[in-house]
């Protein structure tokens, strides 16, 4: 089992910038590829993107490429999604999730999640 806790969700401008810290406990952190989804009001959840084990892959939805960043820091056992640009667009619930293996958007792919942080952008 992997335990996964978001924080660091809440209010900022459009144009600003935040940092989610997702901190994973329970087997071993460099096991698992990662990743970050989101659920914005009234739609489906979507990905935003995620690393490899390893942390040196990465893969982005068009949406956030080139604005959002992931990376890991395994002595630390902690996921992070550096967003900036912030959009209004952007405002959702943001979670983390952990696999095996795929780093991709196919939900079903992860069987770890956390309970997701709430980010609102204000324009």
């Known amino acids: 089992q992997v335990q996964l806790v978001e924080s660091g969700g809440g209010w900022v401008q459009a144009g600003g910038s935040l940092r989610l810290p997702c901190a994973a406990s329970g087997r071993p952190f460099c096991r698992y590829a990662m990743a970050w989804f989101r659920r914005a009001p009234g739609k489906e959840r979507e990905f935003v993107g995620g690393i490899s084990w390893s942390g040196r892959e990465t893969d982005y939805a068009a949406s956030v490429k080139g604005r959002f960043t992931i990376s890991r820091d395994k002595a630390k056992n902690t996921l992070y999604l550096q967003m900036n640009s912030l959009k209004s667009e952007d405002t959702a619930v943001y979670y983390c999730?952990?696999?095996?293996?795929?780093?991709?958007?196919?939900?079903?792919?992860?069987?770890?999640w956390g309970q997701g942080t709430q980010v609102t952008v204000s324009s």
């Open positions: 999730a952990a696999a095996g293996r795929s780093y991709g958007p196919i939900q079903d792919e992860y069987p770890y």
